[in-house]
């Protein structure tokens, strides 16, 4: 009775960490970038023309939640493994949630302008002698936030988690898996998704390429952090499974190795 309670006090503080994380990332969103000076000398970097995005928000949101939820989803139509499906959503909620906090509070700190800025700021192409804009306010501010990607990273923190998942359960880098291509190739594909994602930013001229890397990377590295605080590393032998299927094992090695088991509360700082 007591561990379950204490199974549930744990799970309430997980969601209430995600949902305070989401709730960031909207604030956020609509809040206004530092406007940082930009120099006659250097409006030649932000005069690409405006253009539709080649992934829009319509596409990138259900590749974000629905691409890996169906993953998790066919995995535990194969194993019945509620634990783990468990472990997975709270790895991927994490991921995502903590990426939109971080990605957007970068964005109002830099305030990089768009490659397309110079259009959204002077949409008839004339300049004032001040380089005060003329275009529509919201728009402008938006032509502010380019520096990260917010679709590289997003597209990388799920892509990277749907990558080490799936890597975790086909043993892709442990003995069992080596010398299979095919499971390397489907490690490889989610992040290849990502790629083409993060890449069609800098293609209708709404990213520079420094914001493209730089999201990509933060996405990805949030991705493989918060993957590891639920899953062992994608070299261990019990990759295919969440750190609280394992604890048994863990201390079965933890005897083997000192003869002796461990304290309760050594075994928590060691697990």
Known sequence: MADSRENSSNLFVEVIVRVVLALIFIELEGAKPFSRKIHPDELWLYKNPRSESYVPVVMLWPLV??????????????????????????????????????????????????????????????????????????????????????????????????????????????????????????????LTVATCVALSRTCDYHHHWQDVLCGSLLGLSISYLCYRQYYPSLDSLHAHRPYIGIIPYLELDAVRSTGQPRPPEEQVKWI
């Open 65 to 190: 939640f629905i691409t890996p939820a169906a993953v998790i989803f066919a995995m535990f139509l194969l194993q019945r493994d509620k634990i783990d499906v468990c472990q997975a959503v709270l790895s991927l909620t994490l991921g995502l949630s903590l990426n939109g906090a971080l990605t957007n509070m970068i964005k109002l700190i830099v305030g990089r302008p768009r490659p397309d800025f110079f259009w959204r700021c002077f949409p008839d192409g004339e300049v004032n002698p001040d380089l005060e804009c003329t275009g529509d306010e919201s728009v402008v501010w938006e032509g502010r936030k380019s520096f990260p990607s917010g679709h590289s990273s997003f597209s990388f923190a799920s892509m990277g988690f749907v990558a080490f998942y799936l890597a975790g359960k086909l043993h892709v880098f442990t003995p069992f898996g080596r010398g299979r291509s095919w499971r390397l190739c489907i490690f490889l594909a989610p």
